[in-house]
């Protein structure tokens, strides 16, 4: 079975169904590609990035980061619920306060390729 049917391929100056196909074999499922695209874009937010830093130094409560970055406690708050539903921070309770931290090595990671690729 031809990948592209004949109508299709007429459209195109040029159509290498190896390749192609050798492509598409490798592709990720259409979900996965979806949730990593949900997850850049929890890094299209500046104050989000800056949270991010923040932890990359020390564990933080809401406090903390609030007066780090000139914010309410609960815009803080609420950044930090984005970044936790999609496992880049997690949180410990001491007692009644919340200190925040990231969730393992691959944030700073993909952080730092990040920066990496922006200072070319």
Do not use: W
């Not at 074999?25 to 996965?32: N, V």
């Not at 932890?55 to 933080?60: I, K, Q, V």
């Not at 708050?77 to 997690?90: D, E």
Request: aromatic content about 6%.
């Amino acid at each position: 079975m031809a990948i592209l049917e004949q109508e299709e391929r007429n459209e195109y100056l040029c159509v290498h169904e190896d390749t192609v196909r050798k492509v598409l074999k490798e592709m990720p499922p259409e979900e996965d590609l979806y949730d990593l695209a949900e997850l850049f874009k929890v890094f299209g937010d500046s104050t989000r990035i800056k949270i991010l830093y923040a932890l990359f130094a020390a564990e933080l409560c809401v406090g903390d980061i609030a007066q780090l970055l000139g914010m309410s406690q609960t815009a803080v708050s609420h950044q930090l619920r984005v970044l936790r539903t999609n496992k880049l921070v997690k949180g410990r309770k001491e007692g009644k306060i919340v200190f925040y931290s990231l969730s393992d090595d691959h944030v700073r990671t993909i952080i730092d390729q990040g920066m990496e690729h922006v200072d070319e």
